[in-house]
């Protein structure tokens, strides 16, 4: 068989031709001529293998597309329908109007970040946050790094390196994405003084690792799993009190880092903050974009002699905080330091949210889709926070034969809608549904069933 690549258009021809003017305004020359040169290449490497010569107007649709692909920004806005208020794939907590503002504020030009002004010196990053953490709770100092896995690693570095620190063997574990607390420990330089079993530990399991030369006690909150049945541990303020007994200081991972407390909600009492300072843990750390509702943080809370020597090491400086994240958490800080956290946190207010309301809202979207029923459902923390915790709900369902299908369709609007499937039935929970987007779910939902019917007919008419 013959090659026969005289057809193909020249770069020239196709770089002159008006349909690719536009293009050469938007992206560059360069970035055209290149683009066109990969394109002319993929079709002469396709004429070998028997393709067909397009015409000159699909190559530069082709090229158009290359060229818009380059352009977009890969993470895009997503509708969560799910009811996982902190769902960690979909960026975990959306932050408040105030928390937004201030990242706008401080990044759209210089700020005092590292200024002090009044004396027009050299000021430090996280004062004021650290300011706030002392408004809102009986701690000495604090600190705030990029997010808790950095906040454990900084801590163990800084307080532990070479030093036996006690660690009961259910909580060794996994948070997720390869962040197991045996690794951070020993990456940290820490040496594991395993204690326990994996249900049980006793006060006296602590006491014998102290005497076996245990020099640092670290608690972990068992964020994202629960062990039922046969299980028991000591009480944090038990383990503080035998901790300073000894002399050796008492370091707690909180994970989730709640100022508010959950049982105000309905939910199960999730340890607060303000709690472990309470029981006189030395240092504690936790999440920013969990419970507290902002950005990804690593807060790191405690006793003075402790965090001077954190903020000192090395590693302070290689996950220090950015200043859209120091912004954004300041103005989180202070919803809670107002008590406007339940009205203007994003989370608190998911988490809030009057059931009533989110059966008007579907009836609602019923009402503009013509079809769907409202079904009781339940809504979730998520995030690795309170694993059993559920929340009433109402749920609008779509009876479809290819739930699976419908969903692929939902994730491929414009604006991508993440919605689940349960018994069958494609649901959306408006919990995790911010009113205002009210009409685009709607919007996209009516799309996707038109896509998803033409597709049916598709199949059939085959
Ligand atoms: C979530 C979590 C972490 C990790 O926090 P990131 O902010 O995601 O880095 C660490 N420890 C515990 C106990 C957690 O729950």
């Not at 352009?71 to 895009?76: A, D, G, Q």
């Not at 690794?183 to 003084?193: F, Q």
């Not at 994240?325 to 946190?345: D, G, N, Q, W």
Request: charged share 20%.
């Amino acid at each position: 068989m013959s090659t026969d690549l005289s057809g193909i258009p020249g770069v020239d021809k196709i770089l002159n031709h008006a349909a690719t003017g536009p293009l050469i305004t938007r992206f560059g020359r360069q970035l055209v001529v290149d683009e066109t040169r990969n394109v002319l290449q993929q079709i002469r490497t396709g004429i070998f293998n028997g393709g067909r010569i397009p015409e000159v107007e699909s190559i530069i649709n082709t090229i158009a597309k290359n060229l818009s692909d380059l352009e977009r920004i890969s993470t895009v806005s997503v509708i969560n329908a799910t009811g996982v208020i902190l769902h960690t794939n979909l960026g975990r907590a959306p932050l408040s109007a105030n928390a937004i503002s201030a990242i706008e504020k401080i990044s759209s030009g210089y700020s005092s970040l590292e200024f002090d002004l009044p004396s027009g010196t050299r000021g430090k990053r996280t004062t004021q946050i650290e300011k706030l953490f002392q408004k809102l709770m009986p701690v000495e100092e604090a600190l705030v790094v990029n997010n808790n896995a950095a906040a454990v690693l900084l801590i163990l570095s800084s307080l532990a390196s070479r030093k036996k620190v006690i660690i009961p063997r259910g909580e060794l574990v996994e948070i997720g994405g390869g962040f197991r607390v045996p690794d951070i420990m020993k990456l940290s330089g820490a040496k594991l003084l395993e204690i326990g079993t994996t249900n049980q530990v006793h006060l006296e399991d602590y006491e014998r690792a102290i005497k076996a030369g245990g020099e640092m006690i670290l608690v972990v909150h068992p964020s994202n799993f629960r062990i039922i049945g046969y299980t028991g541990k000591p009480s944090l303020e038990e383990i503080v009190d035998l901790g300073h007994h000894y002399g050796i200081p008492v370091v707690e991972d909180l994970g989730s880092g709640a100022i508010l407390d959950t049982s105000l909600f309905g939910l199960a009492h999730e340890p607060t903050v303000q709690e472990s300072i309470r029981t006189g843990v030395d240092v504690v750390s936790f999440s920013g974009d969990k419970l507290l509702g902002g950005p990804q943080a690593g807060c790191v809370l405690g006793k003075s002699m402790f965090l001077q020597k954190i903020k000192k090491h090395p590693l302070a400086r290689a996950v220090r905080a950015d200043k859209t994240l120091i912004a954004s958490l300041e103005a989180t800080l202070i919803a809670y330091l107002k008590h406007h956290a339940v009205e203007e946190i994003p989370v608190w207010k998911m988490v809030n949210a009057d059931l009533n309301g989110l059966k008007t809202r579907i009836e609602k979207w019923i009402e503009q889709l013509g079809c769907g029923e409202i079904v009781a459902g339940k809504s979730t923390l998520g995030g690795g926070s309170m694993p059993e915790e559920e929340m009433p709900t109402w749920l609008l369902t779509l009876s479809l034969n290819k739930p699976d299908h419908f969903l692929n369709i939902l994730r491929a609007q414009d604006t991508a809608v993440a919605a689940f499937i349960k018994d069958g039935l494609v649901c959306f929970d408006p919990r995790t549904v911010f009113p205002e987007q009210d009409p685009i779910l709607v919007s996209c939902i009516s799309k996707s069933l038109s896509i998803y019917k033409k597709d049916k007919n598709h199949e059939i008419s085959d």
